[in-house]
């Protein structure tokens, strides 16, 4: 028996020498201790995923009314009712500037213009605007398509809502099969 521990204390220290030489674990590349209140948009939520609120002050009924006059109201609510938004706003996201720029070039396509998935394969997605540092895209089927206007509308929507210090970014799931995305061009 005293045989048997001779032998192991030899072994338990050099555990414990190796032990006190080897490093601790680097952080992934990219991460850092961000202060909870710094945390970027959308990190936080384990879904990530909003409904959009008809009663939220910031959405302007009246501006989509505008859009569709024609339409009644409730089916303009009805399909908002369908909508999700998620945002990833990061320090790599775009400028929230640069975003409501590439609202403005949406909101000044002619009024029936179609903003449409052009690409059958690999991602499903197209972009659609690109200023600066950001881009809006749409995803979803080949030839599916949002109102270009309506995707301007949907913009100015989201940017007060995923906007962390100057940037913004995310996307909005319509219920439909289609997505917009806000990105980093």
Not at 33 to 54: F, N, Q, Y
Not at 152 to 180: E, H, N, S
């Amino acid at each position: 028996m005293r045989f048997l521990s001779i032998l192991a204390l030899p072994l338990f220290a050099a555990t414990i020498s190796i032990a006190a030489i080897i490093p601790e674990p680097e952080p992934e590349p990219g991460s850092v201790d961000i202060p909870e209140a710094d945390v970027p948009i959308g990190l936080s939520d384990p879904t990530g995923w909003t409904r959009l609120d008809l009663t939220d002050p910031e959405l302007d009924l009246d501006a989509l009314k505008a859009l569709y006059p024609e339409e009644d109201m409730e089916n303009l609510r009805e399909n908002l009712r369908a909508i999700t938004y998620k945002c990833e706003t990061t320090t790599g996201s775009p400028l929230a500037d640069d975003v409501a720029k590439c609202g403005a070039d949406l909101q000044n396509k002619p009024a029936a213009q179609r903003c449409t998935v052009n690409n059958p394969g690999g991602s499903h997605c197209s972009q659609l605007t690109s200023r600066g540092t950001a881009a809006i895209g749409i995803c979803g089927g080949y030839q599916q398509w949002l109102n270009c206007r309506y995707a301007a509308f949907l913009t100015a929507y989201m940017i007060p809502k995923c906007r962390w210090r100057d940037l913004m970014g995310g996307l909005v799931d319509m219920g439909t099969g289609q997505k917009l995305i806000f990105y980093h061009s």
